[in-house]
């Protein structure tokens, strides 16, 4: 992937194709994207070597933004259960990144409160489901032992 490995010289045989002519290798003007949250991040030495050879770019969460906002609202969101929102991962976000045992890679981005389908039916419940199925286990393992942290997170959840 680095710069200096991207001429067809470089092309590596494609594992799966069956023909040996089957060849792939990135072009000098094809720029890769890649996306890790630093919770996720696991082996020391592979995280180094990837901020070795690429940039990066920090992506905080989009709460509060029109696009956000807008997103949910074509779902059928509204505009109270969108404050809501707003305010609970706000919040949460907040004391995330001020906590010193965790920081600001290991805030929640908005993906969690972004459907594909229409929530109109039940927003109240959606909500709630996310919060307590996916952010609260969240918490839960980024926590750890340190339950005075735990609490004062959970209690931003339940408000």
Request: net charge negative; charged share 25%; glycine share 6%.
């Amino acid at each position: 992937l680095e710069h200096d490995k991207r001429d067809p010289e470089f092309a590596m045989q494609l594992a799966y194709s069956g023909n040996e002519d089957d060849s792939f290798y990135v072009p000098a003007n094809v720029m890769i994207l890649g996306l890790m949250n630093t919770a996720d991040r696991s082996l020391a030495v592979v995280d180094y070597a990837l901020r070795r050879r690429f940039g990066f770019y920090t992506l905080p969460p989009r709460y509060g933004t029109s696009d956000f906002a807008d997103h949910l609202v074509d779902m059928g969101i509204s505009d109270k259960c969108l404050a809501r929102i707003n305010t609970i991962m706000t919040s949460l976000n907040s004391e995330i990144s001020n906590s010193k045992a965790l920081g600001r890679g290991f805030v929640i981005g908005h993906s969690f409160f972004c459907p594909r389908e229409s929530v109109v039916q039940d927003e109240d419940t959606w909500v709630n489901q996310v919060l307590r199925y996916e952010i609260q286990p969240l918490l839960e393992e980024y926590c750890g032992t340190q339950q005075a942290l735990l609490g004062r997170l959970q209690a931003i959840l339940d408000s």
